[in-house]
Every structure is written in structure tokens, then in C-alpha cells.
């Protein structure tokens, strides 16, 4: 069964580096999500594409965080610079036409020392 | 601002038991509840959904209640297994299938044991 592609899998970087993840949805879903979970809660949306269109960034912190996904396909999500509070999991996602059923990928695992 | 509440934070339950765990919404616009299940190092799984024109939904031992007038939903276990134990999320969106933001619930932990 196609999945959700995420790499890397894990990421340990120092504070005011930055650090990029990517995301290749599965084949035919144009609709895909960028998701941050810190462990033991939730996760939280970060920015929602159409497309290669932002359709909802507004709780993507701007002034260090970005997204772009230029082609409509894949996808990358940019952290410059990170800091101590981004230490988290981050979830790429896309959605299945019609449905709303959301399938995540295994994550990206960032560490920021 | 939390607009879906989980409860209970953890559940331990003995094999063969129910689990239940709860979520209470607030946007009377959500139109969309479904679970997820979630190992660790893995990303979240879709388990089962429902709309709220249905009270319940079962698939396998899996059921989402639903109370529309209460603003609240729960997902039911029968007879958990040891393989059952994982994390467990609700979540809930308006215009789902169009792909409109999930909120998620913080999350269950669920055990069982042998």
C-alpha cells in the first residue's frame, strides 16, 4: 500500500541551525499537511497546502519556519533557526480526495541542543 | 484555545476488557470525528470516523458513540487485546472531506496487559 514518505527520520541539531524535512505524499493527493507533535500531546497543523497553494499557514511561526511545495508533489518544510522548542515530532500527512481521511507518515524526529 | 478535550489521559485495562475513552467538542461547526491510533515512533493512524448525522459506528471491535447534543464522542474497545496498546487520539474537523483542519485531542495511552 503507497504511503507517506518522510526524511530523515531523525534529526539532532544545535540551536540557530537550521534544518530542513521532507515530505512526498502519496501518488494523486493533493491535498497535504505539515503537523507538529511534542511528545505526549497531540498534534498541532502547522500549514496545509492544495496543490503547490498555501491554503492555511496561520499557525506556522513565520519569522522561522517555512514551506514550499513548488511542483505540487513533494514538499519541505524549513527551520531557520531552530531553537530549543522545536524539539518535536513533525508529521507530513496528505489526504485521501473526497473523504478526509488523512494519512501520516512515520515523522521526522527533531532534537535541537 | 483546546476545542477537543480527551479523557482519560492513560487507561490500563486486563486483555479481553472494554476501553473506553472520551472527547468532548466545543465548535458546534465540526462535522467530522475520527480516531487515531498512534505507535510509538510512528505517525498517526486512521482507525474509524463518523459524521454526525449517525450515532454510532462500529467496524470490527472498534465503536464511535456519538452525542451530538452533548458535544461529545467516544471510541469503545471490546475485548482488548495486548496489541491494542498504543496511543490514541480523537480529533474532529468541519467540511472533512474537503480537508479542512483537524483538531486534535491530546491524546490516551492505553495499555493492556496479558
Known amino acids: 500500500e503507497a504511503e507517506v514518505a518522510q526524511s530523515p527520520r531523525y534529526k539532532i541539531t544545535e540551536k540557530s541551525q537550521a534544518v530542513a524535512f521532507w515530505c512526498d505524499p502519496i501518488s494523486g493527493h493533493a491535498t497535504l499537511y505539515w503537523y507538529r507533535q511534542i511528545l505526549g500531546q497531540g498534534p498541532e497543523l502547522l500549514v496545509q497546502f492544495q496543490d503547490e497553494s498555501v491554503v492555511d499557514d496561520s499557525q506556522l511561526p513565520k519569522d522561522r519556519f517555512s514551506a514550499e511545495r513548488l511542483k505540487g508533489v513533494d514538499s519541505t518544510l524549513k527551520i531557520q533557526p531552530a531553537e530549543l522548542g522545536d524539539s518535536a515530532m513533525y508529521l507530513c500527512?496528505?489526504?485521501?480526495?473526497?473523504?478526509?481521511?488523512?494519512?501520516f507518515g512515520e515523522g521526522s524526529r527533531l532534537t535541537v541542543l | 484555545q483546546q476545542q477537543v478535550k480527551q479523557s482519560p489521559q492513560s487507561l490500563i485495562v486486563q486483555k479481553g476488557g472494554i476501553s473506553i475513552i472520551n472527547c468532548a467538542y466545543e465548535n458546534t461547526a465540526f462535522d467530522y470525528f475520527p480516531w487515531y491510533q498512534q505507535f510509538p515512533g510512528k505517525g498517526p493512524a486512521l482507525l474509524i470516523a463518523i459524521r454526525p448525522d449517525v450515532s454510532e459506528k462500529k467496524e470490527g471491535r472498534f465503536t464511535i458513540s456519538f452525542n451530538k447534543s452533548a458535544k461529545q464522542f467516544s471510541l469503545h474497545i471490546m475485548d482488548s487485546q495486548p496489541g491494542d496498546s498504543a496511543t490514541y487520539f480523537c480529533a474532529a474537523s468541519r467540511g472533512g472531506t474537503s480537508g479542512s483542519r483537524l483538531t486534535f485531542g491530546e491524546g490516551t495511552q492505553l495499555t493492556v496487559n496479558p
Open positions: 500527512a496528505s489526504l485521501r480526495p473526497h473523504t478526509g481521511e488523512l494519512f
